[in-house]
């Protein structure tokens, strides 16, 4: 497994297993506490492991904690996804960064998105199954959410959203988010 560096997040991180593949079908390491370690981070520090199943062109997104923020690990453990992930630390060097990516359960890869960063995806598989490794408790008060069709964001959707929840449809603006922050 190898872990690279995220240039449009700072931070961010990309680990990539090596799935090992034959007439059986692979195996495949998903998480490694040396190599998390290598990178800086500490392995015991995340706390609760989720799995969300989603089918083609559900959305969800664009989230984030408020307070002390929220790292995670996600993967897509079955079918595939259209990742994004948003530098909303307005300290960094990336703020207002965004990378995204194509995961799926062929690559098995994961990424590590800071706090402070806002992420969400889209299913672009009949079914996709994401996995997420999380360093806080869940605290319901202390979600945000972002519009996803913000314009200022002008994220790069690959597809219409066919299903969301009420909370991702009724979003708020970037600029809404960024200004209760600030009071």
Do not use: N
Request: with cysteine.
């Amino acid at each position: 497994m190898k872990a690279t560096e995220v240039p449009a997040i700072a931070g961010a991180l990309l680990f990539e297993p090596a799935p090992h593949a034959d007439e059986r079908g692979f195996f495949c390491r998903t998480f490694d506490a040396d190599v998390v370690r290598s990178v800086g981070l500490d392995p015991d520090a995340f706390v609760q492991d989720s799995v969300s199943r989603s089918v083609r062109g559900v959305l969800r997104g664009l989230h984030l904690r408020s307070g002390a923020g929220e790292a995670k690990l996600v993967r897509c453990s079955y079918g595939k996804v259209f990742d994004v992930v948003v530098d909303l630390r307005a300290d960094s060097p990336t703020y207002l960064g965004q990378a995204f990516f194509d995961l799926s359960d062929e690559t098995q890869a994961t990424v590590y998105v800071p706090a402070g960063c806002a992420h969400g995806f889209q299913a672009l598989t009949a079914t996709a199954d994401v996995s997420y490794r999380i360093d806080r408790p869940h605290d319901p008060a202390e979600d945000v959410t972002i519009a996803f069709d913000d314009p200022e964001l002008a994220i790069p959707w690959p597809l219409p959203a066919t299903s969301m929840s009420p909370r991702d449809r009724e979003a708020p603006s970037l600029a809404e988010v960024l200004k209760h922050r600030e009071s």
